[in-house]
């Protein structure tokens, strides 16, 4: 008998939530101290390139991530799905920052932002390479 927080839910129901608890998408961020800049490395597996935004405004370097939910085949039967669609948004003060050395780049599900130390306050867009 299966305990009574999950109801009347099925056998696989139960057994995955004790190993998958965890549905969204989650912007993980090692920050890096360089001699001349940051380096921001945010974990985004499974995402597009094209599906993140980079910002600088008003001294805040802002990450924006939205996953778009792939087609469905109508004949497959689902036991359970366990993909997450939806958007994420992660934003972190860097100060002035010179908006014409900003870099990012994305590969392996690992998008990397390098922000330089010194510079003058303007708001820009960044471009993922």
């Known amino acids: 008998m299966f305990p009574t927080r999950r109801g009347r839910r099925g056998l696989f129901d139960s057994f995955f939530d004790d190993f998958f608890t965890e549905n969204t998408i989650s912007l993980r961020t090692d920050l890096i101290e360089q001699e001349r800049d ?76 390098v922000v330089p130390k010194e510079g003058k306050e303007e708001t820009k867009y960044i471009e993922v390479k």
């Open 38 to 113: 940051y380096l921001f490395k945010v974990d985004l597996p499974g995402v597009n390139k094209e599906d993140i935004k980079i910002n600088l405004k008003n001294n805040y370097l802002t990450i924006t991530v939205e996953k778009k939910e792939e087609k469905e085949v109508e004949e497959s039967r689902y036991l359970r799905k366990e993909r997450y669609f939806g958007s994420a948004t992660r934003s972190y003060y860097v100060g002035n920052v010179n908006t014409d050395d900003l870099k990012a780049s994305y590969e392996n599900g690992v998008l990397e932002v």
